[in-house]
């Protein structure tokens, strides 16, 4: 069974348009992460987010984590085509959800 | 580049027969992981090293499932009597001790 799991499965928006994916998980953590994967890709690291942390910011990125939930959620902003792919939650090192596809159109 | 390559990226088998597939890790990493990914779903664990031993092996799905990395670095999963369900891709990744993980392309396996 997979500890996170990311909502929606899938999203559509147009360039320049923010998107906002979420991910649930069941245990504590000590930190979570997330992935991005395009298409017959590897997974390439995006962010990490430390338990005692509410909020990160890394370029377009936003990460925002709270614990009493057991909920994280991934802002992109200003969303470019390139930014087309499936995003990943991992809740541990060892644990990934089964992902957002992300499409943003031109 | 320095970073995870894995070998093949694709392999066709036809049931019953074994298969290797080898990942070559970033220089210097000591934990290497191993992940099997089905179509549509994230990657699910199957196996971790730490240098030479093979600290957890507990995502591995049967005992046709087998995995070393005799000298700390190359590591190698072997497949045995592969099945139609062992059809995924088959990722690689490997970090520092816990430390971010950087990922390879993966092994698409295809079993016919």
């Known amino acids: 069974s997979q500890q996170g799991e990311e909502d929606p499965q899938a999203l559509s928006i147009q360039e320049g348009e923010n998107a906002t994916m979420n991910c649930s998980y069941k245990?504590?953590?000590?930190?979570l992460q997330w992935y991005r994967q395009n298409s017959g890709r590897g997974l390439v690291h995006l962010i990490l987010?430390?338990?005692?942390?509410r909020e990160k910011h890394s370029g377009r990125l936003r990460v925002t984590l709270d614990t009493s939930k057991k909920s994280s959620s991934l802002l992109i902003t200003a969303s470019r085509a390139a930014d087309t792919a499936s995003y990943f939650c991992a809740a541990s090192v060892l644990t990934f959800g089964s992902g957002t596809q992300l499409t943003v159109l031109p | 580049g320095a970073g995870v390559s894995q070998s093949p990226r694709y392999k066709v088998a036809k049931r019953g027969q074994d298969v290797a597939l080898r990942c070559d890790p970033i220089?210097?990493?000591?934990?290497l992981f191993w992940y099997q990914q089905a179509l549509g779903q994230g990657p699910e664990f199957l196996t971790y090293?730490?240098?030479?031993?093979?600290?957890?092996k507990s995502g591995l799905p049967s005992d046709r499932f087998f995995a070393e990395r005799p000298e700390g670095s190359v590591s190698t999963l072997k497949i045995q009597r592969t099945q139609q369900e062992d059809s995924a891709v088959y990722l690689c990744?490997?970090?520092?001790?816990?430390?971010?993980?950087?990922f390879g392309p993966g092994t698409r396996l295809t079993v016919l």
């Open positions: 990744a490997s970090s520092l001790v816990g430390g971010q993980q950087f």
């Open positions: 090293f730490q240098n030479e031993a093979q600290l957890d």
């Open positions: 987010i430390r338990s005692n942390e």
């Open positions: 245990t504590s953590i000590n930190n």
């Open positions: 220089s210097g990493h000591v934990s």
